[in-house]
C-alpha cells in the first residue's frame, strides 16, 4: 500500500510563513506529479500548487509569488513554502501524487489533510 503523510500545519497570524511537507511511502515504482490541492469550509477542492518528476511547476494564481513547491526526489517528499499568508489561505491542504505502482498501473493517492489556519 501507498501512504502519503503530510505535516507543518498551524495556526499562523496573517503576514506569517508556514512550510507543508508530504512524505509519500509504500510499493512506489515510479512517483510522476506531486502537489498540494486545499479546501476550506464550504467551498470546493481546489489546486494550490503540482511539481512534476522533471521539475516542473504549476500554481494556482492566488498563491503565485507567495508559495513554493519543491521535491526531493531521493526521500520521495515535496514541501510547500507558503509566505506572506492570508486569512483566505485558510484551509485543510491536502497532499496529492500521481504515481506508478510495480503493477505499471498508474495511481492518484491523497493524503489525510493538515489544517492552516491564518487569523489573528
Known amino acids: 500500500q501507498v501512504q502519503l503523510v503530510e505535516s507543518g500545519g498551524a495556526l499562523v497570524q496573517p503576514g506569517g510563513s508556514l512550510r507543508l511537507s508530504c512524505a509519500a511511502s509504500?510499493?512506489?515504482?515510479?512517483?510522476?506529479?506531486m502537489g498540494w490541492y486545499r479546501q476550506a469550509p464550504g467551498k470546493q477542492r481546489e489546486l494550490v500548487a503540482v511539481?512534476?518528476?522533471?521539475?516542473?511547476?504549476t500554481y494556482a494564481d492566488p498563491v503565485k509569488g507567495r508559495f513554493t513547491i519543491s521535491r526531493d526526489g531521493a526521500k520521495n517528499t515535496v514541501h510547500l513554502q507558503m509566505n506572506s499568508l492570508k486569512p483566505e489561505d485558510t484551509a485543510v491542504y491536502y497532499c496529492?501524487?500521481?504515481?506508478?505502482?510495480?503493477?505499471?498501473?498508474?495511481?492518484?493517492?491523497w493524503g489525510q489533510g493538515t489544517q492552516v489556519t491564518v487569523s489573528s
Open positions: 496529492t501524487a500521481d504515481l506508478r505502482l510495480y503493477d505499471q498501473r498508474n495511481y492518484r493517492y
Open positions: 509504500g510499493n512506489i515504482f515510479s512517483l510522476n506529479l
Open positions: 511539481i512534476t518528476s522533471g521539475g516542473g511547476t
